[in-house]
C-alpha cells in the first residue's frame, strides 16, 4: 500500500536558470511519505540538462518531460494526476522553500482538511532584499469549516493568484471540475472556488516560502492576466455575493484610470492592448482618455510614478520595485528603487 502522504508537484517551463535552486530547498528537507514531481512542459532552453544531475541523485524525484507545451493550467494538471501523495502541494519553479516548511506542511494536514494554505514572503530576484515579510497578514494560523467559505474567499483569494501557496487533497483536486479554467492562468483558483466552493481549510501564517519577485513568465501579460483574465475568473464563482467579489476585483478593473496608468509605467498597457481590451467597450470621453494613457510615453508616466513610491507612499516598495524592472525604467526610477 501507498504511504506517500505529500506530493511536492512542479510545472515547469525554460527555467534551467533558476530551478536548481528551487529544487536543493526541497530536496533537502524530503523525508519519508513525500515525493516530488516535476512536470516540464517541452522547454527550450537547458531545464532538461540540469533536471538529469538531480534525477540520478534523488530517487524521491519523478520527472516528466512532455512533449509538448499545456500551458501552466494544463502542467499543474497534469503533475497532480501522476503525484501519488494524499496531498498535493502545487509548488512554483523558481521560488524557494523555508528550512522546516515540508515538516510543517505534514503537521498541519495530519487532520482530514480539503486544502492547506502556505503564507509567503516576497524578495527581489536575486533574494537579496525583502519587499514584503508575509503575503497574508495573519499572525496566527487560521481555520475555516463549511459555514465560513465566504470568510475565507475574502481573507484569502488575492493571495491564491500564487499558485504555491496551495496544497490541495488530490481526491478532491481530481473529482473536480479542472477542464473548464484551461487558459485562466489560475487553474487552482478555479478548482477551489467552483460551486460548491472547498470548504475545511486550514492557512499557515508564518512564511514556508520565498518568492523571487519580477521573475514571472507572464510578465508581458500581466494586463490580459490581472486586468481581464482574474476578473473574469473572480466574477464567475456562483457562491459569493457580489460584495465579496468586488473586494477581490472590480469587474472590469481596466476602467481605473489609475490602473492604466499604473501599467502603462511598466510597460503593460500600451495601444496594443487598447485596441484588443479596451476601445471596443468604452465610449466617449472615457475611451479618450483610455487612448491618450495608451500612447503617453511610457517612461514619463515610470518616472512620475516612482517618485510617488519613495517619497508619497513607501508602503508599496514591490511597486518602485517593478517600476525599476520594467521595459521603461529610467536612471531615475533604478536609483529610487537602488536608494530606497
Known sequence: MDQTKLSICIATYNRGAFIGETLDSILSQMQSGVELIVVEGASTDNTKDVLAQYIAQYPDLRYFREQENSGVDGDYDKAVAYARGKYCWLMTDDDLLVSGAINRVLTAIESEIDML??????????????LDDRCLKFDHNREYGDTEVEKFFIENATYLTFIGGVVIKRDVWMTRDRKSYYGTAFIHVGVIFQHPAISKVKVIAEPQIVIRYGNAMWTSRSFEIFMIKWPTLIWSFADFSAQSKQRI???EPWRQIKNLIIYRSIGGYSDTEYKKYVVAKSTGIKRLIYKIIAIIPGKFINTLLSFYCAFLNRKVKSGLYDLARSRYATPISRLLAKTL
Open 117 to 130: 494554505v502556505v503564507n509567503s514572503e516576497v524578495r527581489n530576484a536575486d533574494f537579496s532584499i525583502t
Open 249 to 251: 476585483s472590480a469587474k
